[in-house]
């Protein structure tokens, strides 16, 4: 699910009345919960490292959230569940326009949890934390962890820093992440073409998206799971500084959940470079060579070739005029083609629901290249 817009949360501060060690009620309590979401400055940096800050930046200002702080409540129980107050208030909340709700517990790290509308988690855990709960409800981002739980997988393959949901330590998501939560048109990530060597300019991911015009926020190698993805990283604000190195990465996509979730016992996304290319260097797998020319302002130009790439490269255009706009993005995703959609005004303010294709272009049943952009201009009401 697309992260899109203002999405309104509730925090509801719970205490546990018989918990061991016993719960501590801080001083203003509501107040330090909102200090967390709204305006929460470093001590080192002076910068502001909140919630809503966090959302708003990563996702280059295309989602936001409006938390509504509600009035404590008390439970006599050790182990709360995400869910707990699903009966006492779940129905009420839907119905007053909330999203998806949270319970701010007091007790130690290792609380963050999400189960479908509910998020729980503790003061005493990150922003991180907070935000990767708050990214796995399912009317906000519905994304899976990316990080390994039990042993499932080698620790070694986990991207780490380079993607919030692979450590939840508040740094930017991956291209990958930010393109399936709808943070990043998916135009802006071109899949190598054929066989050829190519020339691109990467816009480091955490920069202000979409890209400037000439570069591309990460490039795609191959079609089908598993394929690689090339993205640049640089310490560019208060979130990415913490992660480890700066430069080109290589990472393969080993999951076909749309969501990112994990499929059996492999890892969703593997960091193939450990350290990130600097300029000069190159790095080989899969038949894919990947060269980092040189470093510009904001990026780095690089050059990638793929001489196994032999994927068939164009297809058959559907036709999905008359679709509701939904159905007929997922029917061109899934034949390798990028919806875009195009809104006449008298029709901005019609309910999603109600949107559905009046044209199109390319036109249904032509043939173009996997990848190529195809505009949907949307009317709202009756289909024809």
Not at 11 to 23: G, I, S
Not at 74 to 90: V, W, Y
Not at 341 to 350: A, G, R, Y
Request: proline share 8%.
């Amino acid at each position: 699910m697309a992260w899109i817009g203002r999405k309104k949360l509730a925090f509801v501060p719970l205490y546990r009345t018989n918990a061991t060690p016993p719960d501590q009620i801080p001083p203003h309590w509501p107040d330090l919960i909102m200090k967390r979401v709204f305006f929460d400055k470093d001590p080192i940096t002076h910068t502001d490292r909140s919630l809503r800050a966090y959302i708003h930046t990563v996702s280059s200002g295309v989602a936001d959230l409006d938390v509504v702080v509600m009035p404590m409540v008390s439970i006599a129980g050790q182990n709360i569940l995400p869910d707990a107050l699903e009966g006492q208030m779940g129905n009420q909340l839907r119905a007053h326009g909330f999203d998806g709700a949270a319970i701010v517990m007091l007790g130690g790290p290792g609380a963050g949890s999400t189960g479908g509308y509910w998020s729980r988690f503790v003061m005493a855990e990150p922003v991180g934390v907070w935000a990767g709960e708050c990214m796995h409800q399912t009317n906000l981002c519905d994304f899976g962890d990316l990080f390994p739980f039990g042993g499932d997988f080698p620790s070694g393959e986990n991207m780490g820093p380079f993607d919030q949901m692979a450590g939840f330590g508040a740094t930017h998501p991956s291209a990958y992440t930010k393109r399936a939560v709808g943070w990043l048109d998916r135009s802006v990530v071109p899949t190598l073409p054929g066989p050829t060597a190519e020339d691109y300019t990467l816009h480091s991911i955490s920069l202000v998206q979409p890209p400037p015009s000439g570069r591309v926020a990460a490039v795609q190698i191959g079609r089908q799971v598993p394929y690689l993805m090339v993205e640049a990283r640089q310490r560019a604000d208060q979130f990415d500084r913490n992660i480890p190195s700066e430069g080109v990465i290589v990472y393969r996509v080993q999951t076909t959940n749309p969501r990112g979730w994990v499929q059996g016992t492999t890892c969703p996304l593997a960091l193939l470079t450990k350290s990130a290319l600097a300029a000069g260097q190159s790095f080989a797998s899969d038949g894919a060579t990947v060269q980092v020319n040189s470093s510009v302002p904001g990026g780095f130009s690089i050059t990638v070739n793929d001489p196994t790439n032999t994927q068939i490269t164009q297809a058959v255009v559907p036709d999905v005029t008359g679709w509701k706009k939904q159905a007929a993005s997922d029917r061109i995703l899934n034949a390798g083609f990028i919806p875009q959609f195009n809104v006449p005004t008298q029709f901005k303010n019609s309910p999603a629901s109600s949107l559905w294709v009046y044209s199109q272009s390319p036109a249904g049943e032509s043939i173009a290249l996997l990848g190529t952009t195809v505009t949907l201009t949307l009317h709202g009401g009756n289909v024809f």
